[in-house]
């Protein structure tokens, strides 16, 4: 049964086929290639989406081989998008297209804005010039990020496909590499904004009931 998290509504759906199975023209490096159209069973949506398979064996019974397919690849994709609360909005809007670009494989899409968010976070508190990895040393030297965090923008710098490197179009950008770089965007969001501003949160509540009983008392 074909179920996947529909690019319309965002909610894990059922999807039914509505079509049938359409043999297309193959791609290089594949022997079959299938569409159909399936329609989301989430009852606020029901909008259409497209299944498309490659494979390297043909169909025998297409319509209910395809329905039981694990490989569909599904269009319109799901598209993440993030919201980063406590964060500046413009560099929270540009996180969040990072997690964008990730969703629909845009790989070195999603490399790029992290970059950026993470050097105008380093700018947001004062750290504008040298490279990105001596910003990020700068921001621990200066409290806003945790020592293991520092460490792993470099270990991901070592790794190849770093965070601070200026060649993108010109090296792979590999899935897990885009993963982990955003995986680290994320990070130090929660480091820099989000974490304090829950710490701030919590502090004034405790203050306001200091208050409340000071009064009561
Ligand atoms: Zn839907």
Known sequence: MATTVCGWC?????????TDVTQVPKREGFGYAYMAAFRCSNELCQRLVVGRVFRGTNYTS????????????WEPAQVRRP??????PQIGA???????????GAHRGAVALARAVVEATAKFHGITSGAL????????????????????A???RQGGNEIA????????MPAEDAEAIVEFMDAILQEVFQGPARM??????????????????
């Open 165 to 172: 490197h200026g060649d993108l179009a010109d090296e792979p």
């Open 62 to 73: 297409p319509k209910r081989e395809m329905a039981e397919d694990l490989e569909i690849q």
């Open 83 to 88: 919201h980063f609360p406590d964060v500046p």
């Open 154 to 156: 470099h270990e991901i």
């Open 200 to 217: 701030k949160d919590l502090q004034r509540r405790r203050q306001e009931r200091k208050e409340r009983n000071s009064e009561q008392g």
């Open 10 to 18: 965002g909610i894990n759906a059922h999807m039914a086929m509505v």
């Open 133 to 152: 990895v001596s910003k990020i040393d700068r921001m621990h030297e200066a409290g806003l990020i945790r020592e293991i965090t520092r460490e792993v």
């Open 94 to 104: 540009t996180a969040s297209e990072a997690h964008a670009c990730l969703s629909i």
